[in-house]
């Protein structure tokens, strides 16, 4: 049984990081793709970041170049998402990804 399971969301200023994680388990966690997507109310869901494996190149949206970096433990099985220089409009539940399945999320408030 595939589980995503995130934490590390809270209330950050303007200007600070957070760093996001998400283990999971119930499958082969090295051989997969993992993602990270956001959502705001009443908006669809997009796409932060997504990477492939430890040497593989990360994508990220436009909006979050140069302030987000994915990352990856394979022997923790976790997924990461550091957040640096965070703006109010980062503000939106953070879900994290394999394929079809999908967290619970993690709040994320960047607000003074």
């Known amino acids: 049984q595939v589980q995503l399971v995130e934490s590390g969301g809270g209330l950050v200023q303007p200007g600070g990081s957070l760093r996001l994680s998400c283990v999971a388990s119930?499958?082969?966690?090295?051989?997969?793709?993992m993602g990270w997507y956001r959502q705001v109310p009443g908006k669809e869901r997009e796409l932060v970041a997504t990477?492939?494996?430890?040497?593989?190149?990360?994508n990220y949206a436009d909006s979050v170049k140069g302030r987000f970096t994915i990352s990856r433990d394979n022997a923790k099985n976790t997924v990461y998402l550091q957040m640096n220089s965070l703006k109010p409009e980062d503000t939106a539940v953070y879900y994290c990804?394999?394929?079809?399945?999908w967290g619970k999320g993690t709040l994320v408030t960047v607000s003074s």
């Open positions: 990804n394999r394929a079809e399945y």
């Open positions: 119930g499958f082969r966690f090295s051989i997969y793709a």
């Open positions: 990477v492939t494996d430890p040497g593989g190149s990360p």
